[in-house]
């Protein structure tokens, strides 16, 4: 089943340029309205129809013009139904165990989104937001999406975007969305947050840009290491309900399969939170564009100065933790000593598994672009240089790193 609602408050209309339309009358407070001034020109009769309002057709539609870093022209919201797929944040070139929000596996060859440092954990990519893909909005009026998701087995998904122009060439964005799901087996249950905030900002000559985003992810997955093999638990009619089937970590969480919940006893928990700053100016060619009544700049760039900076912190974690009460768990010291040669105390002490890596990033990036058609800014020469500063805290050592990176794009 899915629910949307898409509603969007009622506010003057703005043309790109920052111009009012008209919009109907409506009197001032204090001030007596148009048809009261009529009905008084014509020797005080009342011509006042109460509830009757001309309105224009304007008013009540709205276009939302949607970019990216990349984007040269604006683009509107899909709202085609035929690949739900888009929609959907595990894409259908991915394979997983069928559990929605857990570790899933392209089948399509994929190049780096980025040049540089790389912590290496990519299972649960799918889940988390980029800020290399974040969209920014020119909307006339504030504009409010809400999506309600509910799949088999109580998996959730809560979508919430809103987005305003503050000042004609400013815009802001908010974006949220929580996936949850309890999962099939027994410690399976992810619980996935993600939220973000988008500013756009354009000068009024269009030769300057202002790009700010604030990201936000975490991702906890539940891990069970697969069921136990000791029987045959898939068709003994016992363990109908498969929450019961018992696994080979995790314990017994019973009573913990609250979608909002965030208690992870066995599992993975990352986070990470990105802050970007990207600021563009431009030289080139101002031109305008003269109608009736407005008047919109246009501005043709053929050499492009690009600086970027970038905050990234970010946290992996996977625990196996002791526990009693609604949750009993004592992690299995011969499992992870065949597997992962992980030494633990004997069974039935009390001992858990905690691997931790942490990273923090500080880039600094310096690009120029050159526009050999000034008609078609999709064609381009880019050169640059980044700095990236990296710290890590992991169970082995703190490392202290740096990369000096130079790159070109035609």
Same mark, same amino acid.
């Given at each position: 089943m899915l629910l949307t609602v898409v509603c969007f408050a009622q506010q003057p209309v703005r043309r790109p340029g920052g111009v009012r339309l008209p919009t109907t009358n409506t009197p001032t407070p204090g001030q007596p309205s148009p048809v009261d001034n009529r009905g008084a020109e014509q020797g005080g009769r009342d011509t006042t129809i109460s509830g009757v309002e001309r309105r224009e057709y304007g008013d009540d539609s709205l276009r939302v013009e949607v970019y990216s870093f990349t984007s040269v022209r604006p683009t509107t919201f899909d709202t085609l139904v035929r690949d739900y797929t888009l929609r959907f944040p595990i894409p259908a070139t991915h394979i997983y165990l069928g559990n929605d929000g857990a570790a899933t596996r392209s089948?399509?060859?994929?190049?780096?989104?980025?040049?540089?440092?790389?912590?290496?954990?990519?299972?649960?990519?799918?889940?988390?937001?980029?800020?290399?893909?974040?969209?920014?909005?020119?909307?006339?009026?504030?504009? *409010?999406?809400?999506?309600? *998701?509910?799949?088999?087995?109580?998996?959730?998904i809560i979508d919430l975007l809103h987005t305003q122009n503050i000042k004609p060439y400013w815009n802001v964005a908010f974006q949220?969305?929580?996936?949850?799901?309890?999962?099939?087996?027994?410690?399976?249950?992810? /619980?996935?947050?993600?939220?973000?905030?988008?500013?756009?900002?354009?000068?009024?000559?269009?030769?300057?840009?202002?790009?700010?985003?604030?990201?936000?992810?975490?991702?906890?997955?539940?891990?069970?290491?697969?069921i136990l093999t000791d029987k045959d638990y898939l068709n003994d009619p016992i363990f109908d309900i498969r929450p019961a089937?018992?696994?080979?970590?995790?314990?017994?969480?019973?009573?913990?399969?609250?979608?909002?919940?965030?208690?992870?006893?066995?599992?993975?928990?990352?986070?990470?939170?990105?802050?970007?700053?990207?600021?563009?100016?431009?030289?080139?060619?101002?031109?305008?564009?003269?109608?009736?009544?407005?008047?919109?700049? $246009?501005?043709?760039?053929?050499?492009?100065?690009?600086?970027?900076?970038?905050?990234?912190?970010?946290?992996?974690?996977?625990?196996?933790?002791?526990?009693?009460?609604?949750?009993?768990?004592?992690?299995?010291? *011969?499992?992870?000593?065949?597997?992962?040669?992980?030494?633990?105390?004997?069974?039935?002490?009390a001992d858990s598994v905690i691997l931790v890596d942490q990273w923090?990033?500080?880039? /600094?990036?310096?690009?120029?672009?050159?526009?050999?058609?000034? /008609?078609?800014?999709?064609?381009?020469?880019?050169?640059?240089?980044? $700095?990236?500063?990296?710290?890590?805290?992991?169970s082995k050592a703190s490392p202290s790193l740096y990369n000096i990176i130079a790159h070109g794009e035609y």
């Open positions: 089948l399509l060859f994929a190049t780096p989104q980025r040049t540089g440092w790389d912590p290496g954990f990519h299972s649960h990519d799918v889940y988390k937001w980029r800020p290399e893909n974040t969209r920014f909005y020119n909307t006339p009026k504030p504009y *409010t999406e809400l999506g309600y *998701t509910l799949a088999s087995g109580q998996a959730q949220y969305r929580l996936f949850a799901s309890p999962g099939t087996f027994r410690n399976q249950k992810a /619980n996935h947050r993600n939220y973000l905030i988008s500013s756009w900002y354009q000068a009024q000559n269009k030769r300057y840009n202002n790009y700010f985003v604030i990201l936000n992810n975490k991702v906890q997955a539940g891990e069970s290491g697969g089937v018992p696994t080979q970590i995790g314990g017994n969480p019973s009573g913990a399969r609250n979608l909002f919940s965030t208690l992870l006893t066995t599992g993975r928990l990352e986070k990470d939170m990105n802050v970007l700053l990207r600021q563009q100016y431009d030289f080139g060619r101002k031109d305008s564009l003269v109608t009736d009544s407005t008047v919109i700049p $246009l501005f043709y760039p053929r050499v492009r100065f690009e600086h970027t900076f970038r905050y990234t912190k970010s946290s992996y974690l996977f625990q196996d933790l002791y526990a009693t009460g609604s949750v009993i768990n004592n992690p299995d010291s *011969t499992y992870y000593k065949n597997n992962y040669g992980i030494t633990l105390l004997p069974n039935g002490a923090r990033e500080i880039s /600094n990036d310096f690009s120029v672009y050159q526009f050999p058609d000034a /008609n078609n800014l999709q064609q381009y020469i880019k050169l640059g240089a980044e $700095l990236q500063l990296l710290k890590g805290t992991t």
